[in-house]
């Protein structure tokens, strides 16, 4: 792939080379890179900065929305649903070692994606950055709503209502959020998250009561489900060979469980001051992966055992409704209010989800079209600073939810995770891609780390751990497939698992021909067009914060609280 990988810097608009103005010694901050000044006339051909009306997104992200999202869409059906699957599967060992070491490929990606979003805060979000496939969002979306059908089977079974009925609801319902405008989902995705936040904190400090004893069973449990029946759960084999098969098994789920983080790369475009909100939430990602993810499926192995029959989805004789562990968890101490309501939380956090999701999907059909690389219509705006009809594309794809009515509601969810996660695998893929010949660029170009905003902390090196690590996974995951011992091939499952591969490849490479892009060295990576145009609007945004601030000493004291005891985790 090399450097070819790039969109952003691929089609340069300035005829000069910035090579020859940034070879200066005394740079110091990114504030002192000498930019290059373009033709007002020409800033509508650029790629990736929209300053049209007709074509302009909003800038109405506040930080504290871009903190919350940053969290909220991250804590969704993976977590609090599909562990369920990987638990039963694999036994608590496995995804405790499963999630970690996603967790850490995620922290990596986002990194990358920090890195460039900071230096460069494009309208087209991280499409900019590199020519993508944005299918993985448009089947993200329908899979949340399938989510939402199935949960709601804890109190309405499908027999009585069909889940197309509430599939249709939640539907309307977040086109209609998404329509009027980010300021409007930003607020109303901020609220959610902050719901979203304090559940699975409480869900969290219940489960570690739960594990001490402190439940009405009053059954101090600890480590005991880690003994009997076991830490490690064999799959397809037996002995060290199938605990080993199981615990990588598992994998599909930990990494669906993640999808959403990269949401922040998404929002670029829409956020205030973003060159400080967006490092300052990825930088606090590595807190969050370990607090919400690691810690929950440690409390989750200690509470319920890996052959509970009241896990979803651990055999098809399942007839439980509880679709989260956390669920069973309650259920099995003995607390009769507490799943009920739980379930109906778990009921926020897929719509939140599902919300999240279509708006990454408009946002990412506008960047391409803000790329060239889709019809223009796509990135017309309205009055609102709405893609209305890339937001109607997502929509409309959104409606694969709809299978649920003539299958069953945990086939099509456990389809979809398979899809849609391969679809996540080649997102970072391109993402890591793209930072290495990001860093390669800055390198040939004399661009020093301390003219950055941000730079990942493990630079390229850690990029290509993760980029080893996520190939490896993704032409592994669904293993199973093939060594499995039935009679008939689950061609099923292996187009789900695979299909995205030919898919992507096919749609990288036919761009390549199809357009007669030529491939871009390091030395020739347009690293500055449109850099003149953010700058100027930071300064503003900067002086217009000032001035609400002067004399505001209170204010400042308080923002001091928030950053330093309160803001890690929130």
Known sequence: MGTGIFNR???????????????????????????????????????????????????????????????????GTGLIIGTGAALSRAGPASILISYTLIGALVYLVMCALGEMAAWLPLSSGFTGYATRYAAKYFITTPNQLTAGALIIQYWVDREKVNPGVFIAVFWIAIVFINYFGIRFF?????????????????????????????????????????????????YIATGSEGKFLGFWSTMVTATFAYLGTELVGVTVGEAQNPRKTIPRAIKLTFYRI???????????????????KELAFANKASTSASASPFVVAIQISGISALPGILNACILIFVFSAANSDLYIASRTVYGLASENNAPRQFKLTNARGVPVYALALGALFSLLA?????????????????????AGLLTWISILVT????????????????????????????SYVALFFCILIGLTKNYDVFVRTEKFFDWRTFLTA???????????????????????????????????????????????????????ARAQKGGWFYRTFVGWLF
């Not at 449990?221 to 759960?233: C, E, I, L, V």
Request: hydrophobic share 40%; glycine share 8%.
């Open 498 to 552: 695979y299909l995205m591969i030919p898919v992507y490849l096919g749609c990288f490479f036919g761009y390549k021909i199809f357009m007669k892009s030529e491939r871009v060295t390091p030395i020739t990576a347009d690293l500055f067009s449109g850099k003149e145009i953010i700058d100027r609007e930071e300064e503003e945004f900067l002086a217009r914060k000032a001035e609400r601030r002067r004399g505001s």
């Open 402 to 422: 709809f299978m649920n009515v003539a299958d069953d509601s945990r086939t099509v969810f456990l389809q979809l995770v398979n899809f849609v996660t391969m």
């Open 186 to 234: 930003g607020e109303f995705e901020f609220w959610l998250s902050s719901i979203k936040v304090v559940v699975i904190c409480g869900v969290i400090l219940l489960s570690l009561i739960l594990a001490l004893g402190g439940g009405p069973d009053h059954d101090r449990k600890g480590f005991r489900y880690w003994n009997s029946p076991g830490a490690f759960k064999p």
């Open 9 to 75: 810097f691929a089609k340069s608009s300035s005829p000069v080379s910035p090579v020859s103005s940034i070879e200066q010694p005394e740079i110091k901050t990114y504030d002192d890179v000498p930019v290059q000044h373009h033709d007002p006339t020409a800033i509508h051909g650029m790629h990736g900065i929209e300053v049209d009306e007709k074509t302009r997104l909003h800038r109405n992200l506040k930080a504290r929305h871009i903190t919350m999202i940053a969290i909220g869409g991250a804590i």
């Open 290 to 308: 370990l607090f919400f993810y690691c810690l929950s499926v440690l409390l989750l192995g200690m509470i319920v055992p890996y052959n509970s």
């Open 435 to 462: 930072h290495i010949c990001f860093v390669r660029a800055r390198r040939a170009q004399n661009l020093p780390d301390s003219a950055m905003p941000y730079v990942a902390p493990l630079g390229a090196n850690g």
